[in-house]
């Protein structure tokens, strides 16, 4: 299982009771905080993620492998969020903006004929 949340997840009671709660439902958790960005996902945030392994199913290796297994997903850089925006100038972009401004546009014909 895997839950994401924020950095700030990792600390003080929240973090305690998951810990607590999830070896008592008999796992084993593990947490990392990764950048978004160094996953090449178009943001660039950090949050913290919690895996959790059924204790049965698993080996005491299992983190060390799941720490080695999260470095190898990084990129050597960030993803620049530029390679997933699209120019104004793309046809596609230009499209959306069209239907949105007619939207709006009969949008506040009906409001004035209303009226």
């Known amino acids: 299982m895997v839950i994401e949340n924020v950095v700030a997840a990792l600390k003080g009671q929240f973090f305690e009771k998951l810990i607590k709660d ?8 593990a947490a ?15 949050r913290a993620y919690f895996v959790c ?14 720490y080695e297994t999260v470095e190898q ?10 390679r997933f925006v699209l120019r104004d100038s793309h046809p ?3 499209t959306i903006i069209a ?3 007619e939207k709006y546009a009969k949008m ?8």
């Open 22 to 29: 999830m070896k008592a439902a008999g796992y084993k958790i």
């Open 53 to 66: 392994m059924l204790a049965e199913l698993t080996d005491d290796s299992w983190e060390d492998r799941f």
């Open 108 to 115: 506040i014909r009906n409001t004035i004929l209303k009226r």
């Open 73 to 82: 997903l990084k990129l050597p850089e960030p993803m620049p969020l530029r």
């Open 92 to 94: 596609y972009v230009g």
């Open 32 to 46: 990392q905080v990764l950048n978004s960005a160094t996953c090449g996902l178009p943001q660039d945030r950090d």
């Open 99 to 101: 239907e949105k401004q």
